[in-house]
């Protein structure tokens, strides 16, 4: 039984939604949909600004309607009074499907990554006049640029995440645990403002640092180590992505070069970043740096991803990747040198993609 709950009157949405809207209705035309089927939370809230867990926002050439339970009708009241609610009483495809029919649609486009075996089987059986037709990551695709309210988002989240670093980094002392270091700088995101980490912190003390997703533990840091710390906020739903390395003491002249090759690769690749180059290229020229110091095989991930609503999302920068770099794209450079029983140095920007070359969003030295 679904309850549906009318606003007291018609509203259209406020931007940058209409604007959103309107390109999800554009391609609705392009590929005779009917509709269009958004199941993944990021993807809801940059259609919406709808912050409901566990729903659904089906898209028409004449309607939105959020899918959600009552836990969230006054959140979808506060967040999208332009919407139409439906009310479910329980989880299940049943729901989605009594909309599905409700609109009379033919043809309705979906996320394959957002909807799985199951679900898709159910409703094919239970709408069998609708043909669900995957739409290959559309919405990712729309989201890759950022617009002028999701840059100042991202804007706040880097400041907040560096006043809280600021903070941190002066704080970081021998004897005290990774564990302490990453709570420390989760509750110093918070106390200025954040939502929360936009992900948990990566401490890494010493040798530690030489796992690139190391997970911090009781180890406690010593007078010769380097730590780690990999960290962002997430503010208004926007985050940050930073990484820097902190020396209780004076930097170890034994990781000095290696730390000079990490720069110079980030700062190469920065230089390069400008719109119409290949997110490999990027990846290459900082592959190419530190292969030259002798590193290439210690440098064991990609260069970057971007950022957003979600901590990675495209476009990726590594090897392989065909995408070029538009206007509006904000992404991670993060090259790093990993030695197992050593330690390792990253370093992590975050930078705006703009009509004539980047911009380095984060300030904090390096």
Same mark, same amino acid.
């Given at each position: 039984?679904?309850?549906?709950?009318?606003?007291?009157? @018609?509203?259209? @949405?406020?931007?940058? %939604?209409?604007d959103? !809207? +309107?390109?999800?209705r554009?391609? $609705?035309?392009?590929?005779?949909?009917?509709?269009?089927?958004?199941?993944?939370?990021?993807?809801?809230?940059?259609?919406?600004?709808?912050?409901?867990?566990?729903?659904?926002?089906?898209?028409?050439?004449?309607?939105?309607?959020?899918?959600?339970?009552?836990?969230?009708?006054?959140?979808?009241?506060?967040?999208?009074?332009?919407?139409?609610?439906?009310i479910?009483?329980?989880?299940?495809?049943?729901?989605?499907?009594?909309?599905?029919?409700?609109?009379?649609?033919?043809?309705?486009?979906?996320? =394959?990554?957002?909807?799985?075996?199951e679900? /898709?089987?159910? $409703?094919?059986?239970?709408v069998?006049?609708?043909?669900?037709?995957p739409?290959?990551d559309?919405?990712?695709?729309?989201?890759?640029?950022?617009?002028?309210?999701?840059?100042?988002?991202?804007?706040?989240?880097?400041?907040? *995440?560096?006043q809280?670093?600021?903070?941190?980094?002066?704080?970081?002392?021998?004897?005290?645990?990774?564990?302490?270091?990453?709570?420390?700088? +989760? %509750?110093? !995101?918070?106390?200025?403002?954040a939502?929360? =980490?936009?992900?948990?912190?990566?401490?890494?003390?010493?040798?530690?640092?030489?796992?690139?997703?190391?997970q911090?533990?009781?180890?406690?840091?010593?007078?010769?180590?380097?730590?780690?710390?990999?960290?962002?906020?997430?503010?208004?739903?926007y985050?940050?992505?930073?990484?820097?390395m902190?020396?209780?003491? +004076?930097?170890?002249?034994?990781?000095?070069?290696?730390?000079?090759?990490?720069?110079?690769? /980030?700062d190469?690749?920065?230089?390069? !970043?400008?719109p119409?180059?290949?997110?490999?290229?990027?990846?290459?020229?900082?592959?190419?740096?530190?292969?030259?110091?002798?590193?290439?095989?210690?440098f064991?991930?990609?260069?970057?991803?971007?950022?957003? $609503?979600?901590?990675?999302?495209?476009?990726?920068?590594?090897?392989? *990747?065909?995408?070029?770099?538009?206007?509006?794209?904000?992404?991670?450079?993060? @090259?790093?040198?990993?030695?197992?029983?050593?330690?390792?140095?990253?370093?992590?920007?975050?930078?705006?993609?703009?009509?004539?070359?980047?911009?380095?969003?984060?300030?904090? @030295?390096?």
């Amino acid at each position: 039984m679904l309850r549906r709950r009318n606003p007291p009157r @018609p509203r259209t @949405p406020a931007e940058p %939604y209409a604007d959103r !809207l +309107s390109r999800v209705r554009a391609l $609705l035309g392009r590929r005779r949909l009917d509709g269009y089927l958004v199941l993944d939370r990021m993807d809801q809230y940059w259609l919406t600004g709808f912050t409901g867990e566990d729903g659904g926002v089906l898209v028409t050439d004449s309607a939105v309607v959020l899918l959600t339970d009552g836990r969230f009708e006054e959140a979808a009241d506060l967040e999208a009074p332009w919407a139409r609610r439906v009310i479910r009483r329980k989880r299940g495809p049943d729901s989605i499907a009594r909309v599905l029919k409700r609109y009379k649609l033919r043809r309705v486009g979906f996320e =394959p990554a957002h909807m799985n075996v199951e679900l /898709h089987a159910e $409703l094919r059986k239970l709408v069998r006049r609708a043909r669900l037709v995957p739409g290959r990551d559309l919405i990712g695709q729309m989201r890759l640029c950022k617009d002028e309210f999701e840059i100042a988002a991202i804007r706040r989240a880097i400041h907040v *995440a560096q006043q809280a670093f600021e903070l941190v980094r002066r704080w970081v002392a021998p004897g005290r645990s990774e564990r302490q270091i990453a709570a420390r700088l +989760s %509750y110093e !995101l918070q106390r200025r403002g954040a939502q929360g =980490p936009a992900f948990a912190p990566i401490v890494a003390a010493g040798a530690n640092a030489s796992r690139p997703h190391y997970q911090p533990g009781d180890a406690r840091i010593r007078a010769g180590d380097g730590v780690l710390i990999d960290w962002g906020a997430r503010v208004g739903w926007y985050v940050s992505d930073l990484t820097r390395m902190v020396w209780p003491a +004076s930097m170890p002249r034994s990781i000095g070069r290696i730390y000079n090759v990490v720069k110079e690769a /980030h700062d190469r690749a920065i230089a390069v !970043l400008r719109p119409g180059v290949k997110a490999s290229a990027v990846d290459r020229v900082a592959r190419q740096t530190i292969g030259r110091a002798g590193f290439g095989k210690r440098f064991n991930h990609a260069l970057g991803h971007g950022i957003g $609503l979600s901590v990675h999302e495209g476009p990726r920068l590594g090897r392989g *990747a065909e995408g070029r770099l538009r206007p509006g794209m904000v992404v991670t450079i993060e @090259p790093g040198v990993y030695l197992p029983g050593q330690g390792g140095v990253r370093i992590e920007s975050d930078v705006l993609v703009t009509e004539s070359g980047c911009e380095v969003l984060s300030t904090l @030295p390096y």
